[in-house]
């Protein structure tokens, strides 16, 4: 089976989005810099501040979507659904650089609770 056309498209449109952010966004070393940065500034895990715009941007879109679709003024409702695929493959990249694994005490605790695994460790990823 060749896969959905639709779905296809949205990968290609989120690569596209991904290389123009990047080129707006990120220094030409690292194109995810921008959130390391962002992160160190307020002293948590780059995938965490990540995370933080990926919740965002879910409530984004409940807010677009609750009591029917609205059509938005900055931002239509496909933007929104491109830049929550974005964001959570972004957060899913971050965490494979720090090799991250998560206690499940952590899930609801500062940042200092996050442990951080041997790098070839995939088990928390």
Same mark, same amino acid.
């Given at each position: 089976?060749?896969?959905?056309?639709?779905?296809?498209?949205?990968?290609?449109?989120?690569?596209?989005?991904?290389?123009?952010?990047?080129?707006?966004?990120?220094?030409?070393? &690292?194109? *995810?810099?921008?959130?390391?940065?962002? /992160?160190?500034?307020?002293?948590?895990?780059?995938? @965490? $501040? =990540?995370?933080?715009?990926?919740?965002?941007?879910?409530?984004?879109?409940?807010?677009?979507?609750?009591?029917?679709?609205?059509?938005?003024?900055?931002?239509?409702?496909? &933007?929104? *659904?491109?830049?929550?695929?974005?964001? /959570?493959?972004?957060?899913?990249?971050?965490?494979? @650089? $720090? =090799?991250?694994?998560?206690?499940?005490?952590?899930?609801?605790?500062?940042?200092?609770?996050?442990?951080?695994?041997?790098?070839?460790?995939?088990?928390?990823?």
């Amino acid at each position: 089976m060749a896969g959905d056309p639709k779905f296809l498209q949205a990968l290609d449109e989120l690569r596209a989005l991904h290389l123009s952010k990047g080129a707006d966004y990120a220094d030409a070393g &690292d194109p *995810l810099r921008n959130y390391q940065v962002s /992160a160190d500034d307020n002293g948590v895990p780059a995938w @965490r $501040a =990540a995370q933080l715009r990926l919740s965002e941007k879910y409530h984004r879109l409940m807010n677009l979507t609750r009591g029917g679709e609205r059509v938005p003024n900055h931002e239509s409702l496909d &933007d929104t *659904l491109l830049d929550l695929a974005a964001m /959570a493959l972004i957060v899913r990249s971050l965490r494979a @650089r $720090a =090799a991250v694994t998560v206690t499940a005490e952590a899930l609801d605790e500062p940042a200092h609770r996050w442990q951080h695994a041997d790098p070839g460790d995939e088990a928390g990823l």
